[in-house]
């Protein structure tokens, strides 16, 4: 049933061709080159990886834009053993905007031994977005057979890495999303003759989270907001089969109408027990007069627990760029611990 439900959101076709192609892992939320430039020069200026690590977790301290695939790939040859590329990996992955196979092959290209590089591996293939299709370089380049079977064994136990929602391994969360009118906006998807809306792309990428990349030892909920809201569950709930059916069925009943009631979004959300993570997607700014409520709360919530964070997701894919939007989702972001993507 949940393949129906993502086959369906993907392969409507419109009568109306936007203009717009999207492609939605070409980011545009990446770091500046400029600011990139200086952590790397920062960082190599270090002479041990202890300290490196140190200079890295400093400058990313207040950072809400992530690091492509170029970028990741350069970072890790500021690192030189397997094990302290594994800790890079893991440690920073919420930066992480994902990356392609190729870009996996240079990152193994840096590593000696085979036995080191399958040490990597797992951390790699979990970020790499066209890993379905291209997988076999990956394997190809391993010498000897053993090895190639390790990393088959590696790639086919990886889950999918969503360039809309980012890494998503937060303990307990809540996924808030905007079904406001202007989610109906269409576009066209690149290389394809597809016109889908913003609301059918992000309801296919939510379902494919839910249902192939949270983990059991996950909780969740989703929030859907427009004037109201409308919440899936009255709290978040274990990640698990019947709850997976559920969720799937709900996501993809949304349709997109109405205003942009985002405080009554997060007032419904704060109240979830033990909830550490909200990851917001929107593709404009909230009803007049609530930007400020909403920051005051949201740093509220997020400074009563450390490990409290807000990921948000400009989407504005197919239509005029709302810069003031973008820069609430930024602040949002950053005043909470967060990572903003942007896509459009």
């Known amino acids: 049933m949940k393949e129906f439900f993502l086959l369906v959101s993907l392969c409507v076709l419109f009568s109306l061709v936007s203009s717009q192609t999207f492609d939605p892992c070409a980011q545009q939320s990446r770091l500046p080159d400029a600011r990139f430039d200086a952590i790397v020069?920062?960082?190599?200026?270090?002479?041990?990886?202890?300290d490196?690590?140190?200079?890295l977790t400093r400058e990313t301290a207040n950072q809400t834009l992530g690091f492509d695939g170029n970028q990741m790939l350069k970072l890790s040859q500021l690192f030189s053993f397997s094990t302290s590329k594994t800790q890079m990996f893991s440690k920073y992955q919420k930066y992480w905007l994902g990356m392609t196979c190729n870009q996996v092959v240079k990152i193994l290209g840096d590593i000696g031994f085979d036995s080191d590089r399958l040490t990597v591996l797992p951390n790699l293939v979990n970020l790499t977005y066209d890993l379905k299709e291209k997988n076999q370089s990956i394997v190809d380049y391993f010498g000897f057979s053993s090895s190639k079977?390790?990393?088959?064994q590696i790639i086919a136990s990886a889950a999918?890495?969503?360039?809309?929602w980012g890494v998503v391994t937060a303990k307990t969360l809540v996924f808030i999303v905007d079904v406001s009118g202007s989610m109906s906006t269409q576009f066209k998807l690149n290389g394809t003759n597809r016109v889908i809306s913003r609301l059918q792309y992000v309801v296919s990428s939510l379902n494919l989270v839910i249902s192939q990349i949270l983990k059991p030892y996950q909780n969740f909920n989703v929030i859907a907001f427009s004037g109201s809201v409308r919440n899936w569950q009255k709290s978040t709930v274990a990640?698990?089969?019947?709850?997976?059916?559920?969720?799937?069925?709900f996501v993809?009943?949304?349709s997109a109408s109405g205003s942009t009631n985002m405080l009554a979004a997060f007032k419904t959300a704060f109240v979830q027990q033990d909830l550490n993570a909200v990851y917001l997607l929107s593709d404009g700014s909230p009803d007049n007069g609530q930007?400020?409520?909403?920051?005051?709360?949201?740093?509220?919530?997020?400074?009563?627990?450390?490990?409290?964070?807000?990921n948000?997701?400009?989407?504005?894919?197919?239509?005029?760029i709302d810069t003031a939007a973008i820069a609430f989702m930024n602040s949002l972001a950053v005043n909470n611990g967060g990572v903003a993507r942007s896509m459009k």
Not at 41 to 50: G, I, P, Y
Not at 149 to 152: E, I, K, S
């Open 291 to 310: 930007p400020a409520p909403i920051l005051a709360a949201a740093k509220a919530w997020s400074s009563a627990q450390p490990g409290r964070f807000i």
């Open 52 to 55: 490196r690590f140190k200079i």
């Open 160 to 164: 999918p890495f969503s360039c809309v």
């Open 239 to 249: 990640v698990n089969p019947q709850n997976i059916a559920s969720a799937v069925s």
């Open 41 to 50: 020069s920062l960082v190599k200026a270090a002479s041990f990886e202890d």
């Open 149 to 152: 079977d390790a990393a088959r």
């Open 252 to 254: 993809s009943s949304l």
């Open 312 to 320: 948000t997701i400009s989407f504005q894919v197919g239509g005029q």
